[in-house]
């Protein structure tokens, strides 16, 4: 019976060391200090290296014993207890993780508040030139206007002055005709005088000759 017994526990034994290898998945050291990693199935034997807590571990085979074989960064391998394997990183290393996150977030969130401030000033400039640029145009609108008046003006003031000018002409020429015609009756006057002159003393001698002979 004894015999029969330990035959059983040697089966059982072979049946759960036999037991497939599983899929490559990766595991996290629970959170703790330090965990070892062993060269064996149990606590007698030798350790490998000890594992930091949410060392990420690739499972290599899980047996029946309550220890799991994992494959380690740099290429070892050894025997950690299965228990002390989690699906998930370990609390520690998820909040490290999710404060990295939240950093992130808020220099996102910082750039962004940056990139509105940014925004808001370039659209506070594009008003104003927009702005500027109505101004000038309507600033050069009413030079082009001003100009045109100018012209106008100008050409009003060259027709005025070239009327000016025919009519000073027709005065300067009306006064040289009047002055022709007064320094024509002078001298008529002058060349009349000076003919009664000479008329009329012999009109007078005539008229005393003919008295004298009566």
Not at 21 to 48: C, M
Not at 110 to 134: F, G, V
Request: charged content about 25%; overall charge positive.
């Amino acid at each position: 019976m004894k015999t029969l017994c330990m035959i059983i526990a040697l089966l059982g034994t072979v049946t759960f060391d036999g037991v497939a290898s599983a899929h490559a998945e990766t595991r996290y050291i629970v959170d703790q200090a330090k965990l070892p990693l062993r060269s064996g199935q149990s606590t007698s034997h030798a350790i490998v290296r000890m594992l930091p807590s949410g060392m990420a571990v690739k499972v290599l085979e899980q047996s029946a014993t309550g220890y799991t074989h994992v494959s380690i960064p740099g290429g070892k391998d050894g025997w950690i207890l299965s228990r002390y394997l989690m699906k998930e990183p370990a609390a520690r290393v998820r909040l490290i993780s999710a404060e990295k996150e939240l950093s992130k977030l808020h220099q996102l969130k910082q750039q962004k508040s940056a990139l509105e401030q940014q925004q808001n000033k370039l659209k506070t400039e594009n008003r104003q030139l927009q702005d500027e640029l109505a101004n000038i145009r309507k600033t050069a609108a009413n030079a082009v206007a001003i100009a045109n008046e100018n012209s106008t003006l100008k050409a009003k003031a060259a027709q005025a002055e070239q009327a000016f000018e025919s009519l000073r002409r027709e005065t300067d020429s009306l006064r040289g005709g009047a002055q022709q015609r007064w320094f024509m009756l002078g001298g008529g006057a002058i060349l009349l005088g000076i003919l009664l002159g000479l008329i009329l003393p012999r009109l007078k001698f005539r008229r005393k000759d003919r008295w004298s002979r009566y």
